[in-house]
């Protein structure tokens, strides 16, 4: 094998590489359970009422259009969220500090039920059982309007509902600089009988929005995290063959997508059923039940649970729940890109930009691998130098392959070169590429932020394509370093190559691009002394043989 057939193995070894781990990523099993099997796996110590299978559930019939009732506006330091009067459910919510997608100034909406919107995303909550009200009932209020004063950490916003004897106070609670929102239910029991409802906490979602693009298809789906079963996600697609029925004592379930996550975070030591259900064609719903217990007449009991809706900052996801944090999915390559991304966010608090941060990372790589790719260029350097004297040994052999193969060992040997030398370093760098490729693609810190000049959102493509212009040249200059294949065919394929990558680089992210370009920067350079050293110590060597 010449180091033409080793370049292309590795390049396709790579390509192949990524396709399968965005592959594992689109196609992770998970633990479900069908409608008939939930009755297998109920604990026994929980009340029948606290199936989610009991839930009062959206009518599949009327999913697309949700009773608006009236609105309660809400605005917070994070948020302006609305919550609807039916139900309590919080139908939309703004991101103050997250611009929406594109060019626009506009702020980026998370959740939303606007009928002229493809996308159908919100956040409910009720009880089961002694004719409690549950996410269809009404509620009132007597402010339509909050707004978090100056200088005030929480703002709470209270819904009531009464009869039958039951009163029930529904409480957002908002608490300043973080993205959690309390929800809190305070139920008086004045029927003079014991009641012992259920509550439970969903997220519907659509199955067609945020679904990403053709050439960077991102994951939207459910996702929950147990200390036993660890972070999963489950596709659309798996919720419509069959329901998820988990019982816990710890986790969180929800919705994530690119960037962005929501999820219910029940109190820890409670007795949990995670469920997910399919409610219309395009709609389904993830979500927790649990038992709130008896409550005696003329009791009154209090249970909460906490929304996070907001980024996949690390931070945030850390603070909200363990395995939070998983919801930022580097896909099989998590142990190595954590790291990387600790080291990334290091880089930037000192500097402040996150394209120089990337610039620096790539040059810490760089530098960290700079013996191991030193043994690739020093393999393709004695091959380039070699170049001459194999193309005379296929001359002299012509189309006799084994007396040519026989000729170019002997000559390998005699030289003290292993033409697969370099293969080894430069395989062990692949996980790292990938996954600092992972971190680039999926850290929401990234997006829209600024680099310099035309570059105003590393997250987005290059508005002018001269990064993938500029990437496409380097690789170009890499190709004219390496030595030339005595193979048409392979000389075509390694002249194409520049040009295929960078098409394919025009649709993927300014940073990730920026990332490419500087590694290919860096490379040249090494490559390109590793060459001129070689080549000195060749024509030292010619010197010495005619003395």
Known sequence: MDIKRLIIFVVFSFSILMLWDAWQAKNQPVNVVSETANAAVVDASLPAASSAADINTVDVNNVEKLAPGERIKVNTDLYKAEISTIGGDLRHLTLNKHRADGKGEGRFVLMDDAAENSMLYVAQSGLIGADLPNHKTVFTSEVNNYSMQTGADELKVTLSWAGNGLTVDKIYTFHRGQYEIEVTHVIHNASGIEVTPSIYYQITHDSESNQGSAFMPTFTGGAYYTDADKFKKIKFTDMADANLSLKTKDGWIGII??????AWIPKAGTQDEFYTKQLADNLYAV??????????????????????????TETDLEAAAPGLEYAVDYGWLT??????FWLLS?????????GVAIIILTIMLKAAFFKLSAA???????????????????????????????????MYRKEKINPLSGCLPILVQIPVFIALYWVLLGSVELRHAPFFGWITDLSAKDPYYILPILMGASMIVQTYLNPAPADPLQAKVMKIMPVVFSIFFFFFPAGLVLYWLVNNIL?????WYINKTIHAETLAKKGSAKR
């Open 346 to 354: 290091k880089i930037h608090g000192f500097i402040g930009n996150w």
């Open 287 to 312: 979500g927790v039940v649990n038992p709130v217990g008896k409550i005696a007449p003329d009791a009154t009991t209090e249970i909460s649970a906490t929304l996070f809706s907001g980024p996949q």
């Open 335 to 340: 142990i190595i890109a954590k790291p990387l």
């Open 376 to 410: 690739s260029y020093r393999s393709m350097a004695h091959m380039r130098e070699m170049a001459p004297r194999m193309q005379s040994l296929k001359e002299k052999f012509g189309d006799d392959k084994q007396k040519l193969q026989q000729a170019m060992m002997e």
């Open 523 to 527: 490379s040249i350079a090494q490559q």
């Open 257 to 262: 997508q690119h960037y962005f996550a929501s």
